[in-house]
């Protein structure tokens, strides 16, 4: 993966990662109290990048276990669209396709990243086009819905945050 495209998501999994589900750990804290121990599922389509993913991961925060979920691509929009229908996601951030963003916008499937984008992400850094078109809605708005992730000749955008991480 590119290094922006791991900043990227590794920016989004930090911050995401404090509304994720607590596991209790057997472990006790330093403190004497029981360590809490908590769990971010991304669902992603099923390909050499999310593994990867999964990779970068175990790297990630001794206190957080990130467990990515890949799912065939000819079932993937399905499942995930699904899941948008129930009340709670068993994912907390899925790997989405930039098609979704004006759904995931109005639909509010997706969270609305506008102060937290420019504070988290150098923008800057970014082609403007894949800012304009990937992570704005309505294109133009300034209004971000989700963080644009460039790979080979396929742009995906990070796109839904769980709404319990809301």
Known sequence: ??????????????????GCSKESTAEPA???????????????????????LQ???????????????QIPWASFQDQVFQEFG????????????????GRGATKGLYLDLTSWLPTSVK???????????LSEYPTGSKKY???????LNASFSIGSLNQSLR
């Open 55 to 69: 990779e970068l991961a175990k790297d990630f925060d001794p206190n957080v276990t990130v467990k990515v979920h």
């Open 145 to 151: 819905y989700s963080v644009p992730y460039l790979a």
């Open 86 to 101: 129930k009340q709670q996601t068993a994912f907390d951030i899925v790997v989405g396709d930039s098609q979704w963003l």
């Open 30 to 52: 330093s403190t004497g109290e029981s360590a809490q121990k908590q769990t971010l599922t991304l669902w992603w389509a099923q390909w050499a990048p999310a593994d990867g």
């Open 1 to 18: 993966m590119p290094q922006l495209g791991l900043t990227v998501v590794v920016a989004l999994l930090a911050t995401a990662s404090f």
């Open 123 to 133: 923008l800057e850094e970014l082609h403007p086009l894949a800012v304009k078109y």
